[in-house]
């Protein structure tokens, strides 16, 4: 059996985290090192790896993870000015944690999408 993944530890709580939303289908907590005054990540409990890995019978968790979003967005306060959602694929996209993952990033304006 594959080993377990940071993020399905956390979803199962075998590691704490600050837990912030969780569905049936995804789950959302702080991340340990906040780049903006809200930094959340927000996880479908399948442990897909990457977005390179995704297919049809994944798209009701992927959907979820935006309506997720928006709802996390509202609940912190950050909807009106807006926040920025990234998610990382693979060593050129910066991927770190191979668990698919969507950051909600906001609370200040956060500038240009990539440095140059
Ligand atoms: P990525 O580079 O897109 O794979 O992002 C992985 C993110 O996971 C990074 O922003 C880390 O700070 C975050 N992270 C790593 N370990 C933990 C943890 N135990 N709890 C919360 N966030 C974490």
Known sequence: ????????KIINKEIPADMV?????????????????????????????T?????EEDEAALGRLFTAAAKIARREGISSNGYRLIINCREHGGQEVYHLHMHLLG?????????R
């Open 21 to 49: 939303y969780e569905d049936d289908l995804v789950a959302a907590f702080r991340d340990i090192n906040p780049q903006a005054p809200t930094h959340i990540l927000i996880v479908p409990k399948k442990p897909i790896p």
């Open 1 to 8: 059996m594959a080993e377990e993944t940071l993020f399905t």
């Open 107 to 115: 609370g200040r304006p956060l500038g240009r999408m990539l440095s």
């Open 51 to 55: 977005v390179d890995d995704v297919s």
